[in-house]
């Protein structure tokens, strides 16, 4: 028999869109930029940020760039 556990506070909807979502932005990067991609798939906000990168920048990032960076920002400690 599984015993059920009761969860309170779990997050809202538009709270889990929040921590699901894929965010990259030049400022996060050290660009003195505004722009940000963000989307539910890390692929389309990865895309998004390398179009921006090369064509505002002249940066191309490859996808292993991409994801060492994105690897960096999660692992920072505030």
């Not at 309170?8 to 709270?15: A, D, G, K, V």
């Not at 869109?17 to 932005?25: P, R, Y």
Request: glycine share 2%; with cysteine.
């Amino acid at each position: 028999m599984i015993d059920y556990i009761k969860i309170q506070n779990l997050p809202t909807r538009s709270e889990m869109k929040k921590i699901l979502m894929s965010k990259l932005a030049c400022k996060d990067y050290g660009f003195e930029c505004d722009f940000e991609a963000s989307s539910l798939d890390a692929r389309d906000s990865i895309k998004e940020f390398q179009a921006h990168t090369l064509k505002m920048h002249h940066i191309d990032y490859s996808d292993g760039a991409m994801l060492q960076l994105m690897t960096q920002k999660e692992n920072r400690i505030f």
